[in-house]
């Protein structure tokens, strides 16, 4: 019998911010509400196994599937930080910390790619955002802010 998944409704509020560190893990808690919300049928407008998720998989060496089969069965957010530990590339707390520490401080405006550039820089200026100045996370909870804002009015 599958376990009933529940968890934020994306659809009513946003997912945790990518600030929010879980085991240490800068994005986790955002990636585990989005996920949990995709098995609910409640992930709204998010995406699941997105760039911003590939960040934390990419570090790790793990895959958007492998996780979600950890969600489906229940894992709690310590069991996901517990699978997370253990699967992939084996990271030190301290390997786990300076890539935190370093995602938080990236912006997508010094991202490599021009279309993703251009994209940053369109939606940060939608929001009255300066792109130059803004971290990829600031945005991405100013606009988790402003669309839940618009939804409740």
Partial sequence: ?????????????????????VGGYAILGRTIDKCR??????????HFDCP???MVFGF???????FKAQIEQGASDQEMVEWLNQNGEKKTPEEIERWADEVEASSLYNHPETE?????????KKLGLDPSKTTTFEW??????VSHQQQAA
């Fill in 140 to 145: 991405l909870e100013i606009d988790d802010r």
């Fill in 37 to 46: 919300a995709l098995v609910a049928g409640n992930i709204g407008e998010y």
């Fill in 1 to 21: 019998m599958k376990k009933k998944i529940t968890g934020k409704d994306l659809t009513k509020e946003a997912p945790r911010s990518p600030r929010v560190r």
């Fill in 52 to 54: 911003l998720d590939n």
């Fill in 60 to 66: 790790k060496g793990v895959k958007g599937d492998d």
């Fill in 116 to 124: 993703k550039r251009d994209y940053f820089s369109e939606e940060t």
